[in-house]
């Protein structure tokens, strides 16, 4: 499974707009902007976050985005699924022999697991002075 711009861009934005909780809406041009994007992309990205309720639009002059949930109650596997569609390594699992169909299984569930375990909370403290417990992937 390759994840495209569409998942890591809308992580992006959702790992900006969790940073900046609390501190009011925050445009898709200010995120675009820190991180070298394009505006027009994000604002075709964050629709479906929209109609997910993962993000709620502010309107007006100091207008923009606000996560609708806590960090914590929002995982990368929530924003990656909306974006990307199933998490699913490869197509037709059911078809394979049983040896591949339990490998591609096993792979599957790894992905599933670190990314349904892995909140913005985490995604948007990590390296941030303080935190003791980066994180460490086994798969």
């Known amino acids: 499974m390759k994840i495209s711009t569409k998942g890591r861009y ?14 009011g809406p925050m445009s898709l041009k200010m995120i675009a ?15 479906p976050l929209r ?8 309107r007006g002059a100091y207008g923009g985005y606000v ?17 990307e569609g199933p998490i699913t390594p490869v197509e037709g699992i059911e078809e394979e022999e049983p040896a591949k169909q339990e490998l591609w299984i096993k792979i599957r569930d790894a992905v599933k697991n670190v990314l349904d375990t892995t909140t913005l909370e985490d995604l948007s403290n ?14």
């Not at 109609?51 to 502010?58: E, I, P, Y």
């Not at 960090?71 to 924003?79: L, M, N, Q, V």
Request: net charge negative.
């Open 126 to 139: 990590y390296g941030q002075k303080g935190v003791q417990d980066p994180y460490m992937f086994y798969i």
């Open 67 to 83: 996560l609708a949930q806590k960090p914590g109650e929002i995982t990368a596997g929530d924003i990656i699924r909306i974006l």
């Open 51 to 58: 109609n997910a309720s993962l993000v709620k639009s502010v």
């Open 10 to 23: 809308g992580l992006t934005i959702m790992i900006e707009l969790a940073r900046n909780e609390g501190t």
């Open 33 to 47: 902007q820190e991180n070298g994007l394009s505006e027009h992309y994000l604002e075709q990205l964050v629709a």
